[in-house]
């Protein structure tokens, strides 16, 4: 079932505040293969939004009861303001900037909006995703 286009310019509610730590900084670098040990990591790696961008992308696909396991994803960008630092909490804003259908799949713009305590803009993520649509006469 395609995804329904009313959702272009829709906002999805802020994610919880997440608290970035050195803990959690180094474990994404020991995961991404970036020098840094867990516990010790002070620079942030610039890809290091898209934990909390994933979680915002996570709630919009189930808010709109999309399924995971049909999510390509095309490409993803990053635009800052600032660099994140360790201690920051941060929380991200999903927004549906794009939808269009192509061959019976949705391809969807999303931009991610991540935010410090007091509001300010740290970084824009903005993402592409390629929803498959359901092959006729298969069983989902």
């Given at each position: 079932?395609?995804?329904?286009s009313?959702?272009?310019?829709?906002?999805?509610?802020?994610t919880?505040?997440?608290?970035?730590t050195?803990?959690?900084v180094?474990e994404?670098?020991t995961?991404?293969?970036?020098?840094?040990a867990?516990?010790?990591?002070?620079k942030?790696?610039?890809t290091?939004?898209i934990?909390?961008a994933?979680?915002?992308?996570?709630a919009f696909l189930?808010?709109?009861?999309?399924d995971?396991?049909?999510?390509?994803?095309?490409?993803?960008k990053?635009?800052y303001?600032?660099?994140?630092?360790?201690g920051?909490e941060l929380a991200?804003t999903?927004?549906v900037?794009?939808?269009?259908?192509?061959?019976?799949?949705?391809?969807?713009?999303?931009?991610?909006?991540?935010r410090?305590a007091?509001?300010?803009?740290v970084?824009t993520?903005?993402?592409?995703?390629l929803?498959?649509?359901?092959a006729?006469?298969a069983?989902?």
């Amino acid at each position: 079932m395609p995804v329904d286009s009313t959702l272009v310019g829709r906002v999805f509610p802020p994610t919880r505040p997440y608290t970035v730590t050195r803990e959690k900084v180094g474990e994404f670098a020991t995961a991404t293969g970036a020098a840094g040990a867990p516990g010790t990591a002070e620079k942030v790696p610039a890809t290091f939004p898209i934990v909390l961008a994933f979680d915002a992308m996570n709630a919009f696909l189930a808010a709109e009861r999309i399924d995971l396991f049909r999510i390509v994803h095309g490409e993803q960008k990053f635009h800052y303001e600032r660099p994140v630092r360790v201690g920051d909490e941060l929380a991200v804003t999903l927004t549906v900037a794009s939808l269009r259908q192509i061959g019976g799949n949705d391809i969807i713009g999303t931009s991610s909006e991540i935010r410090d305590a007091s509001g300010d803009l740290v970084c824009t993520a903005t993402a592409t995703l390629l929803h498959r649509g359901e092959a006729e006469g298969a069983n989902a």
